[in-house]
């Protein structure tokens, strides 16, 4: 390994030798002259002399550099010990997830592992749990085994003392739930929630499982179940062995941090790393020179470390391997070079997130409360009343009740569940019910589904005639466009690359790409662009990137310059911001093909604008751009390959009834490092104001504060000032002067400022990484999808956010604001954020999508039907002549259903109905059987027959067969032609007697 190359001289230098003599017989000693990342070099060596060492920093973001540093170096356990996310005077608990994290650190500890802790001040300072194992015996966590005896009730007593909270369904950390003989439980200190299954009072099986799509991961012999809390009892010194070796990273700092020095307990060894030589010291350690642009100068006994070690292998004879550093350093004649000395670019450390989704699909619990207003396809709009068991002719049947207007009730058996989808429109409008045996409903029906004929037919035609334009092929992916792919900081997600495969899929075909991406901000829709652009540059071609504003160029524009920092091609930028004699330049440039990519607003679609070879044009929300710039943006699509990105987030089902008419990619997953907002409520409180401005100040970040009154804003601002002396603060509102507000808002990004106090124009703002903590006065007069907005503004980086939300108790609060306040903190998991603004943020952003007319058209049949329906218009407009699972009804006097005491909650028992009720393949009911007995156990009789009911109606879709009914002693069989038969049953089984009809 290259990387030996560090650690070898470094251990055998009389410099490190000498330091451990004197360590191991006084007991403490300091290394000085620190340069880059030779700290972290220092460490890998001690690690290979100490069992255990805690390091120690001034913040979290040198202990994730420290840890990522030590273990590439040495290979060693590193681990970092988190800070808890509280603010005092909140009253709030810290975050599972963080708690977690700390719990499992100290169960590692108590069990006498060889690792490395890197803890920052922070963190060090937070109490922590007693040891594990208490005196007496008591134990602070549960350890069960495959095969071993259980006894449940003593199990959920034990669970409900460590701070376990009982749920229906598990999703999130710190919960269990008991369905008969299965025991789903979340420890803190586990990455997925398990599932153990009983036989009896024995451990049958323990299984891991995915909280979003409850279905079992892999199976575990035996696990260990950590308390669901901390409790601040004793410091983390408590829980390390004697022989720790304690190391203090810049002494200076940390003192700084803690406003005084740490104090460490008993006789520990202590070790001091510090930048600054003593008097009459010489430094060990030395810095690396610049190597931008020289590469060729590296000696040969030099060593890089470096994200972009596939390209530099062979362009140098240095010894070259994979890895970040924070900073290159020399000593004994040997060079460690890293990415800050070659290509001047700074390192970010981060650690990965495993869990992709938090909290429960949707799709798993039914939306639905009584009193709810749903859509039923056949009869309109009514409210759910809830579920009723009844018993007709002798069969018990659970149905669906909904009530219609003057009182009428329909009785939907669980076969036909499908029908029934909660009411939604993004408008505040409350619909009416639908009268039954009137033509009120099919009416309505026919005008919106005639509506959407003439709209997929247009783009139908539009896509078409697209397809016959001959395009250019891009060739496959070359050394440039992998070398982007590494230096990309985060970890993509399963949504991401399968939009950056499809777009390169698009453009490596002969006809004209024109694909539309689209998920809300932050979910890594510039990326995918990015990866385009790179394609295209590396064919020879020019890419133009349209933009609707002026510091969304200026923010594009410094994201793609950094990372084509390391290629050849150009990037530059036209808008307001370019003096006249600059624009002039840039555009002779792109004429001339000098520049490779541009990124402009509206002026990129000037008259005076050619291009000597345009591959790319990659459009950032169309929809903003006026009528006049549609239409030049229509005559440049006609030639190049086109991506058009949309922040409006989209429902899998309006994205699925639009993918038939159009290329499509929907980014919904959150970003793998991402995590969920640490939202609070609570009364204005200017100590929390203040520490929590200055933590995000302390760890390098910048905060949003929200009023939303231009009129006092000034002054808020002040006092924020006075309350908060030692940061600075500017101010933004949309009463400002447009060059004003662009000045201030690109001074925030380029942080100049660590404050802006603003009003609510960031609702649809800039993208700011750096801004992870945002407060908001009088949280109450938000309406709740524009409080998820405005809080959306922060948690766009691995670093976790926070948002304040304040209320002033002397202000009379109505019950629906408190509702809303209540709301946004419950909601604050990725997943169930989003779920939250759905119905309002994304319908009314299908308006953007469709038109405003088809917002109409939603608001009359509810949304989820409209999305139906557009998908049926599709469907017949390409010439597709074949039954949806909704449109195939079976209603046969047979008692199938699923039993209460199977699955006891009914929000989870509807969604099953209706899961069910939309499969379409023998195979897609094989897997639902499979997901219920790994979620509930073995399946019941009255459960199977609602099987056999299920594979009788993919039967009747593949024989064209539209309706099978049982009235009297007959089964009346109607095909989609309109062609009936009646069949009589003499004793037989039905069920098996019409497939054989149909078949």
């Known amino acids: 390994?290259?990387?030996?190359?560090?650690?070898?001289?470094?251990?055998?230098?009389?410099?490190?030798?000498?330091?451990?003599?004197?360590?191991?017989?006084?007991?403490?000693?300091?290394?000085?002259?620190?340069?880059?990342?030779?700290?972290?070099?220092?460490?890998?060596?001690?690690?290979?002399?100490?069992?255990?060492?805690?390091?120690?920093?001034?913040?979290?973001?040198?202990?994730?550099?420290?840890?990522?540093?030590?273990?590439?170096?040495?290979?060693?356990?590193?681990?970092?010990f988190p800070a808890l996310d509280t603010v005092a005077g909140d009253g709030l608990p810290p975050s599972r997830e963080l708690v977690g994290e700390r719990l499992a650190i100290l169960e590692k500890l108590a069990d006498g592992q060889k690792m490395i802790v890197v803890a920052p001040v922070p963190a060090l300072i937070s109490k922590t749990n007693s040891k594990l194992s208490a005196k007496g015996g008591r134990t602070l966590k549960l350890e069960i085994r495959v095969g071993a005896p259980f006894d449940l009730s003593a199990f959920i007593e034990k669970l409900v003392a460590l701070g376990f909270r009982r749920f229906d369904i598990v999703g999130e950390r710190g919960e269990f739930s008991v369905r008969g003989g299965i025991i789903d439980v979340f420890p803190l200190n586990f990455e997925h929630p398990v599932r153990i299954e009983l036989v009896g009072d024995r451990i049958e099986s323990i299984r891991s499982f995915d909280a979003y799509c409850q279905r079992s991961l892999k199976k575990l012999e035996n696990i260990s179940i950590l308390p669901a809390f901390e409790s601040p009892q004793v410091s983390l010194f408590s829980h390390l062995s004697p022989d720790t070796l304690i190391v203090l990273d810049e002494p200076m700092d940390i003192e700084r941090v803690a406003d005084s020095p740490i104090e460490i307990p008993g006789n520990f060894r202590r070790v001091q790393l510090s930048h600054f030589l003593k008097p009459g010291e010489e430094g060990f350690f030395s810095s690396v020179p610049s190597y931008v642009s020289q590469l060729?100068?590296?000696?040969?006994?030099?060593?890089?470390?470096?994200?972009?070690?596939?390209?530099?292998?062979?362009?140098?004879?240095?010894?070259?391997?994979?890895?970040?550093?924070?900073?290159?350093?020399?000593?004994?004649?040997?060079?460690?070079?890293?990415?800050?000395?070659?290509?001047?670019?700074?390192?970010?450390?981060?650690?990965?997130?495993?869990?992709?989704?938090?909290?429960?699909?949707?799709?798993?619990?039914?939306?639905?409360?009584?009193?709810?207003?749903?859509?039923?396809?056949?009869?309109?709009?009514?409210?759910?009343?809830?579920?009723?068991?009844?018993?007709?002719?002798?069969?018990?049947?659970?149905?669906i009740l909904l009530s219609f207007a003057r009182g009428d009730k329909v009785y939907v058996p669980p076969s036909m569940a499908g029908l029934v989808e909660k009411y939604s429109s993004g408008s505040d409008v409350t619909p009416k019910l639908s009268r039954l045996g009137t033509k009120q409903w099919s009416n309505a029906r026919g005008r919106v589904k005639a509506a959407l004929k003439d709209m997929t037919a247009e783009l139908l035609e539009l896509y078409s005639t697209r397809q016959k334009v001959a395009g250019y092929a891009f060739a496959p992916d070359d050394i440039w466009q992998e070398e982007l792919r590494a230096?990309?900081?985060?970890?993509?997600?399963?949504?991401?690359?399968?939009?950056?495969?499809?777009?390169?899929?698009?453009?490596?075909?002969?006809?004209?790409?024109?694909?539309?991406?689209?998920?809300?901000?932050?979910?890594?829709?510039t990326?995918?662009?990015?990866?385009?652009?790179?394609?295209?540059?590396?064919?020879?071609?020019?890419?133009?990137?349209?933009?609707?504003?002026?510091?969304?160029?200026?923010?594009?524009?410094?994201?793609?310059?950094?990372?084509?920092?390391?290629?050849?091609?150009?990037?530059?930028?036209?808008?307001?911001?370019?003096?006249?004699?600059?624009?002039?330049?840039?555009?002779?440039?792109?004429?001339?093909?000098?520049v490779d990519i541009v990124i402009g607003t509206h002026r990129l679609l000037s008259r005076d604008i050619k291009f000597r070879d345009l591959g790319l044009l990659v459009v950032d929300e169309e929809q903003r751009f006026g009528v006049g710039h549609k239409e030049r943006i229509k005559k440049l699509k006609k030639s190049v390959d086109v991506l058009s990105m949309s922040a409006t987030p989209i429902p899998r089902t309006l994205y699925l009834s639009l993918s038939g008419a159009r290329d499509m990619s929907v980014i919904a997953t959150p970003p793998v490092d991402r995590s969920p907002i640490r939202t609070y409520v609570l009364p204005w409180n200017e100590s929390v104001i203040r520490e929590a401005i200055l933590r995000e100040i302390d760890r390098g970040g910048q905060v949003y504060f929200v009023h939303n009154v231009v009129e006092t804003i000034e002054g808020m601002a002040n006092k924020i000032r006075r309350l908060v002396p030692e940061a600075t603060i500017t101010v933004g509102h949309g009463q400002m002067r447009e060059k004003d507000l662009e000045k201030t808002m690109i001074d925030f990004l380029d942080r100049k400022f660590d404050v802006l106090v603003c009003t609510s124009i960031i609702e649809s703002g800039l993208d700011i990484q750096n801004v992870n903590t945002i407060l908001i006065d009088n949280a109450s007069r938000f309406g709740l999808s524009q409080l998820y907005q405005i809080r959306g503004r922060v948690g766009r980086s691995p670093v976790r956010a926070y948002a304040y939300l304040f209320y002033h108790p002397q202000i009379e609060m109505t019950d629906q604001a408190l509702e809303r306040l209540k709301a946004i903190q419950e909601f604050t998991a990725l997943g169930s954020g989003y779920k939250l603004a759905m119905r309002d943020l994304e319908i009314r952003g299908a308006g953007n999508l469709l038109g405003a007319q088809q917002s109409g058209h939603v608001m009359e049949v509810g949304f989820d039907l409209y999305c139906e329906l557009l998908e049926e218009a599709v469907r017949e407009a390409k010439g597709i002549k074949e039954s949806t699972p909704r449109e195939v009804s079976v209603d046969l006097k047979v008692e199938a259903f699923i039993p209460k005491n199977y699955v006891l909650d009914d929000r989870q028992r509807i969604a099953l109905y209706r899961r069910m009720n939309l499969l379409d393949s023998n195979e897609a009911l094989r897997e639902m059987r499979r997901e219920l007995k790994d979620r509930f156990g073995a399946i019941p009789d009255k459960l199977e027959r609602l099987f056999e009911l299920l594979a009788l109606k993919v039967l009747a879709i593949k024989a064209s067969v539209k309706s099978i009914k049982e009235e009297g002693a007959y089964i009346i069989i109607e095909r989609l032609s309109g062609k009936k038969k009646k069949l009589k049953l003499l004793g037989q089984d039905k069920i098996k007697r019409i497939a054989q009809e149909i078949a």
């Not at 920093?57 to 290979?75: D, F, Q, V, Y």
């Not at 698009?506 to 024109?514: A, G, I, L, N, Q």
């Not at 050849?568 to 093909?593: C, D, T």
């Open 487 to 525: 230096t990309f900081p985060f970890f993509e997600t399963p949504d991401q690359i399968k939009a950056i495969g499809d777009t390169k899929s698009d453009m490596e075909t002969s006809r004209p790409m024109d694909r539309l991406i689209c998920g809300d901000v932050g979910y890594g829709k």
């Open 296 to 399: 060729e100068t590296i000696k040969p006994s030099a060593l890089i470390v470096s994200r972009h070690a596939a390209r530099l292998d062979g362009a140098t004879k240095a010894a070259v391997c994979e890895g970040s550093l924070s900073g290159g350093f020399k000593f004994s004649g040997l060079e460690v070079i890293g990415d800050k000395e070659l290509f001047s670019q700074k390192t970010t450390f981060f650690k990965k997130k495993t869990t992709l989704n938090e909290g429960v699909a949707d799709e798993l619990l039914a939306d639905l409360k009584v009193g709810d207003y749903v859509v039923h396809e056949n009869y309109g709009i009514a409210l759910y009343q809830g579920t009723a068991t009844l018993k007709i002719e002798g069969i018990k049947q659970e149905y």
């Open 527 to 594: 990326e995918v662009a990015l990866r385009a652009c790179a394609k295209a540059v590396s064919a020879g071609k020019q890419v133009a990137i349209l933009v609707p504003t002026t510091i969304l160029a200026e923010q594009h524009y410094n994201n793609f310059r950094e990372r084509f920092k390391t290629s050849p091609f150009i990037v530059e930028m036209l808008s307001r911001f370019k003096s006249k004699k600059e624009q002039a330049k840039i555009v002779k440039s792109l004429a001339g093909g000098a």
């Open 1 to 80: 390994m290259p990387i030996d190359k560090i650690l070898r001289p470094l251990k055998e230098s009389s410099y490190y030798t000498e330091h451990l003599l004197s360590l191991k017989r006084s007991g403490k000693t300091s290394f000085t002259g620190m340069v880059g990342s030779s700290s972290s070099a220092l460490l890998a060596c001690l690690a290979q002399d100490f069992k255990n060492i805690l390091v120690v920093t001034k913040n979290t973001e040198r202990a994730e550099a420290i840890g990522s540093e030590i273990k590439l170096l040495s290979g060693e356990n590193t681990f970092l």
